[in-house]
C-alpha cells in the first residue's frame, strides 16, 4: 500500500511540475501578445486621435469660411506726401484711410517674402494683404536722430494705425533703388537698412539705377538686377527674397528675372512682381506664377481704369465677394478650403489641405 501511495505522490508532484512548466510557458508567450496587443492599441488611439484632431481643424475652418485658395491683395505705393500730383503718389490721410478700412475690414498685413513662401501665419477669420513701397524714398521712411519714423511718413503711419488696431501688424516689404531713402552715407544706409530688418520689414529688389528692362539683352538684365542685389547684401548681409520689375515691364524671357547671374553674383528669388492689375492669387494654387505676381495701385476709383483696378475699387470686389478672398483658418501647417475647390490647390502643398 505504501508502495501505491508513494507513486501517487510521486505522479501528483510530476503532474504539478508539468503543469507549472506549461503555465510558466503560456505566461511567457503571454506577455509577448500582451506587448503587441498593446502596440495595437496605442496604433489604434494614435489613429483615433488623430481623425479626432483633423474633424475639430475642419470643423474650426469650417466656422471661419476658411479659404486658404482666395485671392490676396498686393497693394503698390510710392511717395506718401501732402497734395501728391497726379500719378501713383498718395497723401498722407489718404494713405491712413486706407490702412484704416483694412484693418476694420480684418486684414492683417504680411511681407512679399512670407506671401511667395506660403508663411502666412494670421489669425483664424483674418485675411492677409502685402504692402509693398517702391523706390525707397524718404517720403516712405525718415528716421529721427533717436531712430523713430517721422509721423507723418508711410512708416510712421502704419505703425500709429498698428498702435490702435491690435493683431494689425506693421509689416511691409520695401523695394528698394541706390536712392535709398535719401540716405547718401554708407553708414547712414546701413541705419536705416538695419531699422527695417530690425522691425520684420522685408526688403525687397527693385534693381538699383530702375531701368526698364523691356527689351534689354539678357546680360544687362542680370546686371542690373544683380547689382540691386549687392547693394542690399553689402550693406546688411540679407539677401533680397522678391524682385519687384521697374514700372512693372518683364524682361524678353520672364525666367531671367527670377534667376540668374552677373560677375560671379547668383540670384534665384521666390517671386517677381509686377507693377498693377489685379490682386494675387493664393502661393497655394496652381494659378500662382512666381515670375508674375500682380499688385494693385493704391488709388481711389475716381476715373480712368481706377474705377475697376485700383486698390478702392478691388478692396469694394473683395468684399463683396467674401469667398474669393484669402481667409485664415489660423493654422500655418494647414491649407484650408471648401472641399469643391480642391481641383485648384498646387501639387506641392496636396499634403497639407484641410478640405471641409
Sequence with gaps: MGRFRIAGVVAALVGV????????????????????????GHQRNKVANEAALRKSEMAAAAQVKANELGQIPVIMYHRIVQNPPPGDDRSPKDFRDELERLAAEDYVPI???EYVTGKIDIPAGKHPVVLTFDDSSPAQLTLDGMGNPAPDCAIGILMDVAKKHPGFRPV?????IKDLFGKARPEEQIQVLQWLKDHNFDIGNHTRDH????????????????????????????????????????????????????????YDYKGVFLAGYTPAPSPFTKDFDPLSIPRIRSKENKVGDCKKFCSMAWLDWLKANPTDRYTSD???????????????????????????
Design 17 to 40: 511540475a508539468g503543469a507549472s512548466a506549461t503555465l510558466s510557458g503560456c505566461a511567457t508567450g503571454g506577455g509577448k501578445h500582451a506587448t503587441q496587443a498593446g502596440q495595437a
Design 111 to 113: 511681407t512679399a517674402a
Design 172 to 176: 511691409a516689404t520695401m523695394y528698394v
Design 211 to 266: 531701368l526698364n528692362l523691356l527689351g534689354k539683352p539678357k546680360d544687362e538684365v542680370e546686371k542690373q538686377i544683380v547689382a540691386g542685389q549687392t547693394l542690399i547684401t553689402s550693406l546688411i548681409k540679407t539677401p533680397p527674397v522678391t524682385l519687384a520689375l521697374p514700372y512693372g515691364n518683364q524682361p524678353h524671357e520672364k525666367k531671367w528675372a527670377l534667376q540668374g547671374a552677373s560677375g560671379g553674383v547668383r
Design 330 to 356: 489660423g493654422n500655418a501647417k494647414t491649407v484650408a478650403f471648401p472641399k469643391f475647390k480642391a481641383a485648384f490647390v498646387a501639387p506641392a502643398f496636396k499634403t497639407s489641405v484641410l478640405p471641409y
